[in-house]
């Protein structure tokens, strides 16, 4: 059984430029959710997808977009690139958005701006 | 709204002795909180979660939590501390009521654990 899948694993970005990183979720999950992870902090929660709609929203600018597939794979989206977004990206899944769900982790997606 | 505030950035002990990480939350009345932990060049790994059950909460590796309502805390512990327990280590709480549904999660800053021979 897969586990969460994210590709690319490293992307480096000029300045100014577009980025779309991709998240397959684990097998039997329908709730995908992405996190920026900037280097020695926590995770910080970016948006999250269920039933292809985006359910809730982090403190991030609308630079950050995002997409759910009927298969429920997800993208996220960024324009615009600022040397501040590099940072690990995470995506998550869970079957459903109770709070009670445990959310499993992809090994991220390393991205350098310069 | 819901955060956690992990009480030390950095934890070193021997081999052998105990470990103890500590978290504080603010939430709402029915918080579930989590441990993660991350491994260098790893991806997040649950530890275990509390979700309105038994207040002690068995993880994997030997490690438990206890949720403290009164303290608004949810400290982490292990008796015996392994080299392969060297990591960092991040508190987590969510709450529908505060998040309108939904399981947004909120991190503390983390706790990098050293563990010494």
């Known amino acids: 059984d897969a586990g969460v899948t994210q590709s690319p694993t490293h992307l480096i970005k000029t300045r100014g430029q577009q980025v779309t990183l991709r998240c397959s979720p684990k097998?039997?999950?329908?709730?995908v959710s992405w996190y920026q992870q900037a280097l020695g902090q926590g995770p910080q929660f970016i948006f999250q997808?269920?039933?292809?709609?985006?359910?809730q929203r982090g403190n991030f600018p609308d630079r950050f977009s995002g997409h759910q597939f009927p298969n429920y794979s997800s993208e996220l989206n960024v324009n615009a690139l600022l040397l501040g977004d590099s940072a690990l990206y995470l995506c998550?899944?869970?079957?459903?958005?109770?709070?009670?769900?445990?959310?499993?982790f992809g090994p991220g997606t390393r991205l350098t701006v310069t | 709204a819901q955060s956690v505030t992990q009480l030390d950035s950095h934890v070193s002990v021997s081999e052998g002795t105990p470990v103890l990480l500590r978290c504080n939350y603010s939430?709402?009345?029915?918080?579930?909180l989590f441990w993660y932990v991350q491994h260098p060049n790893k991806g997040l790994q649950l530890l275990l979660k509390?979700?309105?059950?038994?207040?002690l909460v068995k993880g994997i590796n030997g490690f438990e939590a206890e949720f403290k309502k009164s303290e608004t805390s949810f400290h982490l512990t292990k008796p015996s501390a392994h080299m392969s327990d060297a990591a960092e280590y991040f508190c987590?709480?969510?709450?529908?009521?505060?998040?309108?549904?939904?399981?947004?999660?909120?991190f503390g800053t983390g706790t990098q654990l050293k563990v010494e021979l």
């Open positions: 987590v709480v969510t709450d529908a009521i505060l998040t309108g549904g939904g399981n947004k999660l909120t």
């Open positions: 939430s709402s009345y029915s918080p579930s």
């Open positions: 997808y269920y039933e292809e709609e985006e359910r």
């Open positions: 509390y979700t309105s059950a038994a207040t």
């Open positions: 097998s039997g999950h329908d709730t």
């Open positions: 998550a899944s869970s079957p459903g958005l109770r709070t009670g769900y445990e959310q499993y």
